[in-house]
């Protein structure tokens, strides 16, 4: 099987797991790490509207609490802008954990 379609498997699978753990959380807030792979995923294949409308949903507290979750919102925004180099340096400028590494 060509390594893209792998890929494309995982993300599929991936984000599918991501949105069930968010849709099936107590209380309806999942963990900041649920919230950092989603936004990731959304960004990585460039869907920016549901990117946007998950930074709206999620709670206040966990953005301000989970610096690598605004970290990933910078990216998204220079992306929103077309901002390439800021793109970049957003990227570099932050120490990402594995499982936002994907």
């Not at 949105?19 to 790490?33: D, K, N, V």
């Not at 990731?40 to 989970?66: E, G, V």
């Not at 992306?79 to 800021?86: A, E, K, T, V």
Request: proline fraction near 7%.
């Amino acid at each position: 099987m060509p390594v893209a379609v792998m890929l494309g498997e995982h993300y599929e699978k991936l984000l599918e797991q991501c949105e069930t753990q968010e849709l099936e959380a107590p209380g309806g807030i999942a963990t900041p790490q649920v919230y950092c792979q989603l936004l990731s995923l959304y960004l990585l294949h460039n869907d920016m509207n549901n990117a946007r409308y998950l930074w709206k949903r999620i709670p206040q507290a966990i953005k301000t609490a989970t610096p690598e979750l605004a970290a990933i919102w910078t990216v998204g925004q220079c992306i929103w802008q077309r901002d390439f180099p800021g793109i970049y340096s957003a990227i570099a400028a932050h120490q990402w954990s594995e499982p936002v590494l994907l």
